[in-house]
């Protein structure tokens, strides 16, 4: 495989869901039949990991770009079935050097046909950095003014840097016009099309809780369908969803009360 599609999931503001919408999506692919590598690039604040579990790993993404490691030292293949490079979060690790980031990337894409980047947050030079050694971009926003805002900035960077964007991605959506942005607002704000719409779901508190995905963890949530859908598209697939779930949803729940 040399055609991997290198794809940067970014936000222009932190707590948006970037990294859970990046391990979800990469693990629906991977249920596409699809090979897929997600890679931790938030330097600072790394939760690639704690979304899988809790992993560590020894070797990290900073070895690798210190010239301390080969990039196969780092990436290692996960129990739900992706590979994986993470990031370290001990606090006295300076912020690496991005020189041999795309280097990193292309090795992953040798044996994968979707490389995820979760990228920080932010518009600063190591976010430029990083962008810049993606192939195409995914923009997390949520329904409100200032996260739209932000995803709108980082979509003008990527037009000046002349990385396509595939579309944006309105996470945590509660379906209220009086409280919050709808679709065609931030398609306005953001001057991109959206992509899917994720709907809030307080399943995704308990899945991390328990370090398992939300795809994995509650299949037939509405956010994990959501998450399904956006793969399927991503791959040029019409999804289905299946059926009766929503009376499955509601018959685990009731389950799930009753055995409180």
Do not use: W
């Not at 040798?110 to 490389?115: L, P, R």
């Not at 002349?162 to 309105?170: A, F």
């Not at 779901?201 to 956006?230: C, I, R």
């Amino acid at each position: 495989m040399n055609d991997a599609r290198i794809i940067g999931v970014v936000s222009g503001k932190g707590g948006v869901g970037k990294t859970s919408v990046t391990v979800n999506v990469g693990l629906a692919l991977k249920e596409l039949g699809k090979e897929v590598t997600l890679v931790d690039t938030d330097f600072d604040a790394s939760n690639l990991g704690v979304h899988l579990g809790q992993y560590d790993h020894p070797v990290k993404i900073h070895d690798v770009l210190g010239a301390e490691a080969e990039p196969e030292d780092a990436i290692f293949r996960h129990s739900t079935g992706v590979k994986a490079v993470v990031a370290s979060n001990e606090i006295n690790r300076v912020e690496p050097d991005t020189e041999l980031l795309r280097y990193l990337l292309e090795t992953a894409g040798q044996e994968s046909d979707y490389v995820l980047v979760d990228c920080p947050p932010g518009i600063d030079t190591t976010v430029e950095e990083i962008i810049d050694a993606c192939d195409e971009l995914l923009i997390v926003t949520t329904p409100t003014k200032t996260a739209a805002t932000n995803a709108a900035q980082i979509i003008e960077k990527a037009k000046r840097m002349h990385v396509p964007v595939l579309g944006t991605v309105v996470n945590m959506s509660e379906n209220d016009p009086g409280r919050e942005l709808v679709e065609n607002e931030v398609q306005v704000m953001t001057e991109s099309d959206v992509v899917a719409e994720i709907p809030h779901d307080d399943k995704m508190k308990e899945a991390l809780f328990h370090g398992t995905p939300l795809v994995h963890h509650e299949p037939l949530s509405e956010a994990s369908l959501k998450m399904k859908e956006l793969a399927h598209s991503l791959e040029g697939l019409q999804y289905s969803k299946p059926s009766f779930a929503k009376f499955k949803r509601k018959l685990g729940n009731l389950k799930e009360a009753v055995s409180r």
